[in-house]
């Protein structure tokens, strides 16, 4: 007679192995963000609710996630099932078809609507949402309020570019490792070129003229990055070209900078004391204009959408809606506190009295989301939408290419001139060949 406790280990192993078997791994590529490692954190509990889904993380850099997902989805690749894409991705990739729409089967406890519509729109081709939001943002100015004092000086409502040049150098103590400012230098068209573009537009600058034709040897782009890089070799800390979003959040959280114009998602993180040594020294403006109020902020969102190549739709859409939702926002404030909740996405976070006592930031937040207009992100007319970027597919290259010669001249291996004169020419040979200009 076969012993009853080997039948019965026999018997949880078979169900082990069966539940193994049955599970459905997603593989998810994401980029390395604070906000991000919350959600890793926390899928946790969707695994729980979900014991047929295992989750599986590629987690990366800015730069290396967008080379990596773009290469991935252009080649029907299959690497991933969920990508962690943004507002310029969204809409030229739904219009290839390399996207699974996500807005025609949601559960009405998600609430669609309750999702802020300039994030909503952004992340929309024809009408159809094509990725969720996962947390929206704008920018803002980040300052230390006991450098400024220390200073004596005073952030304005509404600070110009004059102003700002102002109080770097006021605030700047080199001798105590301290920089009156710290910007994006790492090359990118999403780093150094999401913070430039709008210093471009707010200079009155504009990529292409109503034609196409590149502008980017016209005096509002030379002031423009001449200041830039002027401002960042007096004041701004040693290696700035190597520092993007992430490593300038650093940072200004170490009390290394008396002001920092970048993301306003990075305002829960450097309000939260465990994480930043100045929470109680910060305040936040409004981000700076020049010559017009056009572009002088960004729209982004980083959402999560779905390749045409997955083969497990359903599993990521059933996460997507998750990491997305009104209870996923309260998971967060019960796990990592209010100031910690994604931001940028949800009508009803602003309404939260929670979020609004814990997050000082709240209602700047929201007023730059909403002012920022991606369809006039110039003084001038232009052909294309899109405020820190151009939402034509040859961007990301073109970009990331003219990034690399601005972080140059801020490193002193060119000047600001042969920077951009570089810059010309390849835009120039850019959207002749892709047929915008004539040969």
Not at 52 to 65: A, G, R, T
Not at 92 to 109: N, V
């Amino acid at each position: 007679m076969l012993n009853p406790r080997i039948l019965l280990t026999g018997l949880f192993s078979l169900l082990a192995t069966a539940t193994a078997q049955a599970q459905t791994k997603i593989v998810i590529a994401t980029v390395n963000n604070g906000d991000m490692i919350i959600m890793q954190k926390l899928s946790k509990e969707f695994e729980k609710a979900h014991p047929d889904i295992k989750l599986d993380w590629v987690v990366l850099e800015e730069n290396v996630l967008r080379e990596r997902v773009t290469t991935d989805i252009a080649t029907r690749g299959g690497s991933f099932d969920v990508m962690t894409i943004g507002t310029y991705e969204t809409p030229i990739w739904a219009k290839k078809s390399w996207l699974i729409r996500l807005d025609d089967d949601l559960p009405s406890s998600y609430d669609l609507e309750d999702v802020l519509k300039p994030i909503r729109d952004g992340l929309s081709n024809d009408g159809k949402v094509y990725a969720l939001p996962f947390y929206g943002e704008s920018s803002f100015t980040f300052y230390r309020k006991d450098l400024f004092q220390k200073a004596g000086v005073t952030m304005p409502e509404k600070p110009t570019y004059d102003d700002i040049a102002k109080f770097a150098k006021a605030t700047t103590d080199k001798s105590k490792g301290i920089y009156g400012i710290c910007l994006r230098g790492k090359p990118g068209w999403g780093e150094n070129m999401a913070y430039v573009d709008t210093l471009v537009n707010t200079f009155g600058g504009r990529w292409f003229d109503e034609n196409w034709k590149p502008e980017l040897t016209s005096p509002e782009w030379k002031e423009a990055v001449s200041f830039y890089v002027d401002m960042m070799k007096k004041y701004g800390p040693p290696g700035a070209s190597s520092n993007g979003h992430n490593e300038n959040r650093a940072l200004f959280a170490t009390g290394k900078c008396a002001m920092w114009i970048d993301a306003t998602v990075a305002a829960g993180y450097l309000a939260n004391p465990k994480e930043s040594k100045v929470a109680d020294k910060l305040a936040f403006a409004p981000a700076p204009t020049q010559k017009v109020p056009n572009g002088a902020q960004w729209l982004w969102s980083w959402a999560l959408g779905i390749p045409a190549s997955s083969k497990h739709v359903k599993e990521a859409k059933q996460f997507i809606q998750w990491a997305t939702s009104k209870e996923y926002v309260k998971l967060v404030a019960a796990s990592d506190g209010w100031t910690a909740v994604p931001p940028g996405t949800r009508k009803s976070t602003y309404e939260q009295k929670e979020y609004q006592a814990a997050a000082p930031f709240a209602e700047l937040t929201l007023k730059a989301i909403l002012a920022a207009d991606p369809t006039h992100p110039t003084g001038k007319p232009v052909p294309y939408t899109g405020v820190q970027f151009v939402a034509i597919p040859e961007f990301q290259s073109l970009g990331t290419q003219v990034g690399q010669n601005i972080a140059s001249a801020l490193v002193g291996k060119t000047s600001v001139e042969g920077a951009l004169e570089t810059s010309q020419t390849i835009a120039e040979r850019t959207m002749r060949r892709a047929g915008y200009t004539k040969k």
